[in-house]
């Protein structure tokens, strides 16, 4: 009798520990209590850039998730369109603390061929994460298509991350879904510009509380996220009419 | 040997009448000539090779049709196709004929040399042709016993040898009526007489000299097969006949050390269709249960299904393409990644081609377009699949990702642009820094600078060649976008108003 609350706790705290695991922290301790632990490791992630000059932003904070989501398996970097002006750069992957033998290049005709190859990818679980990257409007990608992609990543454990630039909000099964953009770096000696600071905000998160903004900048010798040294602001709370004006578009 | 098969693939595809007398007409020097007939033409006394004009004049109802050869020997290569059943070793031959190499099949078959002619026989009745088996030990003799209708060389006419009208006529006038009449013969003051040609042709249809046989297709190195009493219809079935069979290639390549790179399955329809299926991998595989799932992959892609009709009596698995495959180690080096994302890949590849996937691959380069490429995975020279047990082994060759400087924020951009894009840039100096630049209709005020990093033309590698100087440099701008410019060209002396281009963006 007497210890029945007792297990009650135990079961109670039981699943929490359980998806805590499932969790991929962020490393900064304010963002991982407000996400309760870190971004679902077997969910949808939407990254949104602001701005034109924003896709490499997105891209590589995309690439940089996926890569800790698992130390091992290779992540599956799926591109659409065949002749495209902008290549990956296997050098800039390097410098970013990435090992560019670890990413793999899907270079497919379109996106309806994007998005099968997606499914097919998450369905069968081999990779630590898949990144999409689909600039522009994207009509096929639509409520019925993210939510194939979710059921499959909950099935199989993978990480669906979605890198969008220049692309409107549309309803979507995404866990969370980010506003991203570059933010200034915390200069070096001589006025040279640092390492990479993403702005983000969360524009919205399913179950959980959106509006949290926070700045990031990644430690490539640490390999981890940390708050940027100075210039930038860390973990604000949200505020504003504004702030809740975009949770409802989103 | 199929004595009416022109007549008979029109009468079975529904363009000419059965039973009714026709001819196969070509023109000929102006004139038309009857190629071939059908069997109720050839009762009434005609004969290939006559006028159409003079046949007319015999049997005034005959009627004509072109003689449509490529269609024939295509018709004709398909019954060869669904012959392999029996064996792999299928010719198509002149006239319409079929060759089978049966040497060492009568097991594998479960039937002997009767019962496979019969059986054959059957199969051909059942799609409307008629056909003449002979059994010999040379192609040429049991070709030649079926076009004469004989059991035994020896009883061939001469004209069997086929060295024209004058040869057979002065063999007839010297009394030799028959092949066995010239066996008996000593060779030299034949071919003294009718030419050396006659002595290897007689040797040939006497069953002295072998002729190889060129099959329809190469044998696949490894194959293994199922037939069924009963026809088999669903595709869930067939799926695991794939696997069932997998399994058992699976052992053979494992003998042999290899894994396949092409895996085909031929499906022998009950009516003689056969359907063809075939499936590229990007490594040497041997997993049965990889391999069925690339033929689920390759069936669930097909444009239009497949049609079991009335089921499939044999399922062939060929592997027609192999390589080296070392066995697997076990234990605790075992890469888990191998087998995590191969299949995946694999699958991949059969839908969306082998180029598709690409892998990082860096090169020992100066100029820094140059500096990294993409490979197909599974083309020569590329590298291995990223975490297969070959790639830390390979790394050490080829040439290596260059290690970031420690402390350093990264000094290549994410993505390159190629080719790299011309920018507006304001600088105070024509020779200095960038200030800030136009890009796509935008404007970039630049608030931090690093540069510049001199990249010159590679000119020792290349002495006649020449190009401008780089001068490049790493910006961000007051949003804290970062991008990666340069100055094509060094001021006043390679160029007076040199042009800048923006090459890369960072992160």
Redesign the interface.
């Known amino acids: 009798m007497f210890d029945s609350p007792d297990s009650l706790t135990r079961i109670s705290a039981a699943p929490d520990k359980a998806a805590a695991a499932h969790r991929l922290p962020l490393g900064v301790a304010d963002a991982d209590e407000w996400l309760k632990g870190g971004l679902r490791r077997n969910a949808l992630h939407e990254f949104h850039a602001g ?7 997105v ?3 995309a ?1 940089l998730l996926g890569t800790q989501a698992d130390r ?3 992540v599956l970097w799926l591109r659409a369109g065949r002749r495209q ?13 990435l ?11 379109d996106l309806q ?1 994007q998005l ?2 997606a499914a ?2 998450v369905r ?1 679980g ?2 630590s994460a898949i990144i999409l990257e689909m600039p522009g409007r994207a009509p096929l990608f639509n409520l019925t298509a993210s939510r194939r992609l979710t059921l499959a990543a909950e099935r199989s454990g993978t990480m669906v991350l979605l890198a969008r630039s220049q692309a409107p909000l549309m309803p979507s099964s995404a866990e969370t879904r980010w506003q991203m ?5 915390s ?2 000696p ?10 983000l905000t969360l524009l919205r998160q399913k179950g959980g509380r959106e509006g949290l903004h926070l700045q990031l900048e ?1 430690d ?2 640490k390999a981890a996220f940390q708050a940027p040294l100075s210039g930038g602001h860390a973990a604000l709370l949200p505020g504003g009419a504004q702030d809740q004006r975009r949770s409802r578009a989103a | 040997m199929l004595p009416f098969f022109p007549a008979e693939r029109r009468i079975s595809a529904g363009l000419a009448p059965p039973d009714t007398s026709f001819a196969l007409i070509e023109k000929q020097r102006g004139a038309l000539r009857i190629m071939a007939l059908s069997p109720a033409a050839c009762r009434l006394g005609l004969a290939p090779g006559m006028m159409l004009a003079d046949a007319r004049a015999q049997v005034p109802e005959l009627l004509g049709f072109p003689h449509e050869e490529e269609a024939d020997r295509a018709v004709l290569t398909r019954l060869a196709l669904a012959c392999e059943i029996y064996t792999p070793l299928v010719a198509a031959a002149q006239p319409y004929a079929l060759l089978l190499d049966c040497t060492g099949c009568f097991d594998a078959v479960g039937m002997d040399e009767a019962q496979l002619g019969e059986d054959l026989t059957r199969r051909l009745v059942r799609h409307g042709f008629q056909a003449r088996t002979a059994w010999a030990a040379t192609p040429d003799a049991a070709l030649a016993c079926a076009v004469y209708g004989q059991d035994n060389p020896h009883d061939l006419p001469v004209e069997a040898l086929e060295l024209g009208a004058e040869v057979h006529q002065a063999l007839r006038r010297s009394g030799l009526m028959v092949l066995g009449d010239l066996a008996c013969r000593p060779s030299a003051p034949l071919a003294a007489r009718f030419g050396t040609a006659l002595p290897m042709r007689l040797a040939a249809l006497l069953e002295e000299q072998d002729r190889r046989l060129t099959p329809l297709r190469s044998v696949p190195p490894v194959r293994v097969e199922r037939r069924f009493p009963e026809p088999l219809a669903l595709v869930d079935t067939l799926l695991k006949v794939i696997a069932d069979l997998a399994g058992e290639a699976e052992a053979l390549l494992a003998e042999r050390g290899e894994g396949g790179r092409r895996f085909e399955v031929l499906l022998f329809r009950t009516d003689g269709h056969v359907a063809q299926l075939a499936v590229d991998s990007a490594l040497p595989l041997r997993d049965p249960a990889a391999i069925a799932d690339l033929f689920g992959e390759r069936i669930a892609s097909l444009a239009d299904p497949l049609d079991p009709g009335f089921g499939y009596d044999v399922i062939r698995l060929a592997v027609s393409h192999c390589e080296a495959l070392e066995q697997e180690q076990s234990g605790f080096t075992e890469d ?2 191998v087998k ?2 191969l ?3 694999n ?2 590849a059969v ?2 081609g082998a ?8 090169r020992n380069a100066h100029l ?1 377009e140059y ?2 490429s ?1 490979m197909p995975v599974g083309a020569p020279g590329s ?1 291995p ?3 297969t047990a070959a ?1 830390g082994r390979a ?1 050490a060759a080829m040439d290596t ?4 400087e ?2 350093e ?11 790299p ?1 011309r920018v507006q840039v304001m600088a105070q100096v024509p020779d200095g820094p960038p200030r800030r630049f136009q890009w ?1 209709g ?1 404007s ?1 005020r630049i ?4 540069g510049p990093e001199r990249i010159a033309y590679p000119w020792w590698k290349h002495p006649e060649g020449s190009g401008p100087t780089r001068d490049y440099y ?10 990666w410019l340069f100055r094509h060209g060094l001021y006043e002396r390679e160029s007076d108003h040199p042009h800048w281009y923006i090459h ?4």
């Open positions: 701005d034109t000059g924003d896709e490499a932003t891209m590589a904070f690439l091992e398996r290779p002006k902008r290549l990956p750069y296997g050098p800039g992957l390097r410098e970013l603390g090992s560019p033998d670890r990413v793999i290049l899907l270079q497919l005709p061929g099968r190859a097919d990818s069968h081999g990779a953009a570059s933010a200034p770096s200069p070096l001589a006025q040279a510009p640092g390492g990479p600071v993403f702005d990644w490539r010798e | 888990k990644r995590d994302t299949p995946l890949l699958r991949l839908r969306f180029d598709s996937i690409r892998l990082f691959h860096p820094p500096a990294a993409f590298g699949v990223p975490g790639s790394e990702w260059p290690e970031p420690c402390g924020p990264p000094l290549r951009p994410l993505f390159l642009f190629d080719p894009q796509r935008k970039y608030s931090f600078y690093e790493r910006v961000e701008d007051e949003q804290g976008h970062r991008f890369g963006q960072f992160a």
